[in-house]
Each structure stands twice: as structure tokens, then as C-alpha cells.
């Protein structure tokens, strides 16, 4: 059940994330004060997109509530970022961010930072 | 621009350690099989900590779309793991959990990684002034 749970959180969080970055970026910047979350709620409800992240977001977000009920808060946190690497590589594939050697050099510290954390 | 990413970044790690380490908290707290009965969400909203951690996810959710709407995703990805050194570091104080050998090598090897990609450009598609334009408002 760990594992089946684990594996929901992760392909939800990927395409939500991947969805939630190309319609912000399109968004234009946004900030979090009283009328800036106001805007920030008019986006999620405007975006077709955004919504179906929100969905996969709540998809990600209950199976990990679930895990944290069986596995210790620092196994399932660092191993949810399984998705870590698969999004940054997306990222690049899909979204067509310029991941340059310091960028990859960095997030595969990160990765490899996040693995021997969720030891 | 990069200062008010990093006040963000720093809202967005503020927000979800705290929610986690409420929602880890308050789920330990009550009785309900969440991964088998829907209903047991429910139940488990009416704990006060989970409300809480509930409350601050949203916000940090909220926090972390202002944040991509300023940097790259393969830019707020490993910046955001800075988070995971957090909720090891307050799973051993609070909830008494081991962080072994291994562990703090990761942490290390994060905060390393998140200077290095912190020092690269933060958005490398279209100039945000470029975006605007079309923009329905």
C-alpha cells in the first residue's frame, strides 16, 4: 500500500506541476498579498489548465496525507521528490526552459542530496 | 525581481513545514483508516492540527503559483527541496524522529545544489513583458 500510495503522489505531482508552471508563466507574475491572492484565485478558476492541476494536486495531496499515516514524515517527504528529476527533464522537453550545465550540475546535487535523505 | 522570488521561496518553505509537520501531527493524532474509507477525511479535517496543516497547504499552494509565475519550474524545483532538509530537521526535533549519517550528507548536498541552481537565471522562456501582452484582463 506504501508503494501504491507513494506512486499515486508522485505521476500527480509531475503533471500538476508541469500544468501549474506553463499557465503561470503565461499568467504573467503574480504576487500573494490580500488583492494579489484574490487575483491568484480568479487565474485557478479562469484556466482551464490550472484546474486540472488543482485536481491532480488534490489526487497527490490525499494519497500522501494516506502515506504519512503509515511511513515516518522523513521517508515521505524525501520520497515523494521521486519526481524530482523526471520534472526537470520536462521541464526542459516540454516547457523549453534552457537547463544549462550549472542548473543540471545543481538539481542533480538536489536529487542525489534527496536520496540519501529518504535512506 | 530575484528579491521578491527569494521572499516568496522563503513563504512557500515556511508554510508547507509548518502545514506538513501539523497535518504529520494531527494524522497521528486520530483514528480514522484514511487509505480506506473516503469518509475518514472527513474525520480527520475535524482534528484541529489537520485543519491547521490543511489551511497553510493551501496558502503555500497559493504562494508556490506566484512563485512560478517569476521563475522556471527546473528553477523552483530544487530551490523548494530546501523544504525536504526542513522537515527532516523538524521530523528529529518534534516528532523525535532518526536522521542518520546518510541524511545529513543529503542535507548537505542539497543546500550545495540549491546555491548552485540559485545562481543561474530564474526564468529562461519568454520575458515576462512578452507574456503580458494578450494577456485577457
Known amino acids: 500500500m506504501t508503494w501504491l500510495l507513494l506512486?499515486?503522489?508522485i505521476v500527480a505531482t509531475v503533471v500538476s506541476d508541469l500544468l501549474q508552471s506553463y499557465e503561470m508563466k503565461r499568467a504573467g507574475a503574480q504576487s500573494v498579498d490580500a488583492r494579489g491572492l484574490g487575483r491568484l484565485a480568479g487565474e485557478i478558476a479562469r484556466?482551464?489548465?490550472?484546474i486540472l492541476s488543482i485536481v491532480c494536486l488534490a489526487f497527490s495531496f490525499f494519497a500522501f496525507m494516506a502515506l504519512l499515516q503509515t511511513a515516518p514524515l522523513s521517508f515521505a517527504v524525501p520520497a515523494s521528490a521521486g519526481s524530482f528529476v523526471l520534472e526537470?527533464?520536462?521541464a526542459k522537453l516540454l516547457l523549453k526552459e534552457r537547463i544549462g550545465p550549472r542548473r543540471a550540475?545543481?538539481?542533480f546535487l538536489v536529487a542525489a542530496g534527496i536520496v540519501l535523505l529518504a535512506r | 525581481m530575484r528579491a521578491r522570488t527569494y521572499l516568496l521561496l522563503l513563504l512557500f518553505l515556511g508554510l508547507r513545514a509548518v502545514g506538513n509537520l501539523s497535518l504529520g501531527f494531527g494524522t497521528r493524532h486520530t483514528s480514522a483508516a484514511l487509505s480506506i474509507n473516503p469518509l475518514g477525511y472527513l474525520a480527520a479535517m475535524l482534528d484541529p492540527f489537520v485543519a491547521?496543516?490543511?489551511a497553510m497547504l493551501i496558502l503555500a499552494l497559493f504562494t508556490r503559483l506566484a512563485l512560478l509565475s517569476l521563475a522556471d519550474l527546473s528553477f523552483v524545483l530544487p530551490m523548494t527541496a530546501v523544504g525536504y532538509v526542513i522537515a527532516a530537521v523538524l521530523g528529529r526535533?518534534?516528532?523525535?524522529?532518526?536522521v542518520s549519517a546518510a541524511r545529513w550528507l543529503g542535507i548537505l548536498l542539497i543546500f550545495g545544489g540549491a546555491a548552485l541552481v540559485g545562481s543561474t537565471a530564474q526564468s529562461t522562456t519568454k520575458s515576462p513583458a512578452?507574456?503580458?501582452v494578450g494577456q485577457s484582463e
Open chain 1, 88 to 90: 526537470t527533464a520536462l
Open chain 1, 7 to 9: 506512486s499515486i503522489t
Open chain 1, 105 to 107: 550540475a545543481g538539481s
Open chain 2, 93 to 98: 526535533v518534534v516528532l523525535h524522529e532518526q
Open chain 1, 47 to 50: 484556466r482551464r489548465y490550472l
Open chain 2, 52 to 54: 491547521a496543516g490543511v
Open chain 2, 130 to 132: 512578452v507574456q503580458s
